[in-house]
């Protein structure tokens, strides 16, 4: 089922989220939606605290969809080793319409748990290393606007309060 995306402001997206203990139905239930829901608005990753849930998991797939070998879930993920640096514009489905450069390690390689819980190792390079990051980064309440200067973080917050005000966030 495609859910609604939870945009900033919104404080799940600023909480840390609880650990993943139940790989149950439920669970699946919550996976599938999170690619449902992910496709639909056209992104390459997302959180479960983006659908206004506090758990530490994320899905992944850097192909749009074109590549069925290319869905990642990682639950419970933690970075074990990261290296070089890229800089590239990011973006982030809970902050529409906003973009920024972000600098980021050209490589990471994360542990985590699979859909069944099942522990593995998986290294990545570039955008997928980006998308790593970025939704590890969520799982700790922690959003791409964070990394920005804050003048560029601050216009953006202005620019969000007007959207609100106008009844368009
Ligand atoms: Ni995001």
């Given at each position: 089922m495609i859910h609604p995306i939870v945009k900033y402001g919104d404080p799940v997206l600023e909480t840390p989220a609880k650990l993943v203990d139940a790989f149950d139905a439920e669970f699946q239930t919550l996976i599938a939606d999170m690619f449902e829901s992910m496709y639909a608005a056209n992104g390459v990753g997302l959180a479960a605290p983006q659908?206004?849930?506090?758990?530490?998991?994320?899905?992944?797939?850097?192909?749009?969809?074109?590549?069925?070998?290319?869905?990642?879930?990682?639950?419970?993920p933690e970075i074990v080793h990261a290296e070089g640096e890229q800089r590239e514009e990011e973006g982030c489905l809970s902050v529409p319409g906003f973009r920024g450069h972000?600098?980021?390690?050209?490589?990471?390689?994360?542990?985590?748990?699979?859909?069944?819980?099942?522990?593995?190792?998986?290294?990545?390079?570039g955008l997928l290393a980006r998308a790593f990051c970025h939704e590890i980064d969520h799982l700790n309440g922690v959003l791409f606007i964070t990394h920005l200067s804050m003048l560029k973080r601050d216009l953006i917050k202005r620019k969000i309060r007007k959207l609100k005000k106008a009844g368009d966030w």
């Open positions: 659908l206004g849930i506090s758990r530490r998991v994320a899905v992944i797939d850097v192909s749009n969809g074109k590549t069925a070998e290319a869905k990642i879930v990682c639950a419970n972000v600098a980021r390690p050209q490589y990471v390689t994360v542990r985590a748990q699979d859909s069944s819980g099942k522990e593995f190792e998986m290294r990545g390079e």
